[in-house]
């Protein structure tokens, strides 16, 4: 069973801290990951992508991969109240569909 | 706007009717997939196409169910016979395929409310 799975949260910063997002899967084989952001009652709109372990920088957001713990994680700088959502972490095990996690919820307060 | 396009935005049924989606994906992109959402969960996959050959259909996709991506452009997904437990909203997301990666871009989605 290939399962992805994220703390549901919600995670709350204050404006202009990081946050910290993360998720685990369950087989090492696989060799794509990535974060999507959905806004309440939009569709999932990619920010990163990353299928090497290290970091993986974009802007204010970088990504995080540990084939070996088998976790992927997601660093968002400077947060803003506009960055708050759900972030979706999706694996994509080899088998072309993604499997996604249930969503963590990030609060972003002035 | 990823390119991505669904039709309707938004249905509501009345249970035991018929209805079908459309989703245009990006033009230059070979794969086209489905999946469903309900409220407080990731996507579930449904199915997907590579050109116009359905590849995978989950185990979801009851006998209700069909998809269609003639000429491998546009694709269809229609639900027989719905029922209120189909209420969810149905995400149409596309790729193009180059090696091993294969990144995808959802569409606005069409939500489904059966009575």
């Known amino acids: 069973q290939k399962e992805v799975e994220q703390n549901s949260g919600p995670l709350s910063v204050p404006e202009g801290a990081i946050a910290s997002l993360n998720c685990t899967y369950s087989?090492?084989?696989?060799?794509?990951f990535f974060w999507y952001r959905q806004y309440s009652g939009k569709s999932p709109e990619l920010i990163m992508s990353?299928?090497?372990?290290g970091d993986k920088e974009d802007g204010r957001f970088t990504a995080q991969l540990n084939k070996a713990s088998q976790y992927v994680s997601l660093l968002i700088r400077d947060s803003q109240p506009s960055d708050s959502a759900t972030y979706l972490c999706?694996?994509?095990?080899?088998?072309?569909?993604?499997?996604f996690g249930t969503g963590t919820r990030l609060q972003v307060f002035p | 706007d990823t390119g991505v396009s669904q039709d309707p935005r938004h249905k509501i049924t009345k249970r035991g009717q018929n209805v079908t989606f459309r989703c245009d994906p990006i033009?230059?992109?070979?794969?086209l997939y489905w999946y469903r959402q309900t409220l407080g969960q990731g996507p579930e996959f449904l199915t997907y196409?590579?050109?116009?050959?359905?590849?995978?259909k989950s185990r979801l996709l009851s006998d209700r169910f069909s998809a269609e991506r003639p000429k491998g452009s546009f694709s269809t997904l229609e639900i027989q016979r719905t029922e209120q437990g189909d209420s969810a909203m149905y995400l149409c997301?596309?790729?193009?395929?180059?090696?091993?990666?294969?990144?995808?871009?959802f569409g606005p989605g069409t939500r489904l409310t059966v009575l």
């Open positions: 999706a694996v994509n095990f080899n088998t072309d569909k993604l499997i």
């Open positions: 033009s230059e992109h070979n794969r």
């Open positions: 196409f590579q050109n116009e050959a359905q590849l995978e």
């Open positions: 990353i299928y090497s372990n």
């Open positions: 087989d090492r084989g696989s060799q794509s």
């Open positions: 997301a596309s790729s193009l395929t180059m090696g091993s990666t294969d990144t995808q871009y």
